[in-house]
């Protein structure tokens, strides 16, 4: 029996919309890199990009749990000697709450051509509303990734 191979033609990508109001950042971030990677599709092939659409909307009101907020630094480097900066998650989610979801996203990913084409498909907005309502997005519910002390 030969292996199937989806076509690029044969990929049906639909819309998901995620309210990440109450969500624990990592919880949200692997159910979404799932979806973004296509592991939710019996087509799933893991050298193309079979996934779907991913809107995120209230990235602003995401939860980290255990004190992680002002524990955990992120950093980047500008590739001059003594060119690191840190920052936290607490004041990366006070200044930029999409930048922090979406690095949390892009980490869970492919380290290469794949993973950036995938990480295309991923809208991040800090407020309730979004601009993609003409797809016609489907609800994409993680209660799982609920935080227990917060509900």
Do not use: C
């Not at 659409?53 to 990235?59: M, Y």
């Not at 995401?62 to 060119?83: D, M, W, Y």
């Not at 930048?99 to 498909?121: F, H, T, Y």
Request: net charge positive; no cysteine.
């Amino acid at each position: 029996m030969r292996t199937y191979t989806p076509k690029a033609a044969e990929i049906e990508r639909g819309w998901h919309v995620v309210d990440a109001d109450g969500l624990v950042l990592g919880r949200l971030a692997t159910e979404v890199a799932r979806v973004l990677r296509g592991k939710h599709k019996p087509t799933f092939t893991p050298h193309l990009d079979t996934g779907d659409h991913v809107i995120i909307v209230n990235a602003d009101k995401v939860v980290l749990t255990a004190g992680k907020a002002e524990a955990k630094q992120i950093h980047r480097h500008s590739g001059f000697p003594g060119g690191l900066r840190s920052t936290s998650y607490a004041q990366l989610l006070a200044e930029k709450p999409e930048e922090a979801v979406r690095r949390s996203i892009r980490g869970m990913l492919p380290k290469n051509r794949l993973g950036r084409q995938m990480l295309r498909k991923l809208k991040v907005y800090a407020g309730p509303t979004h601009p993609h309502q003409g797809q016609q997005p489907s609800p994409l519910v993680l209660d799982h990734a609920r935080d227990r002390a917060s509900a």
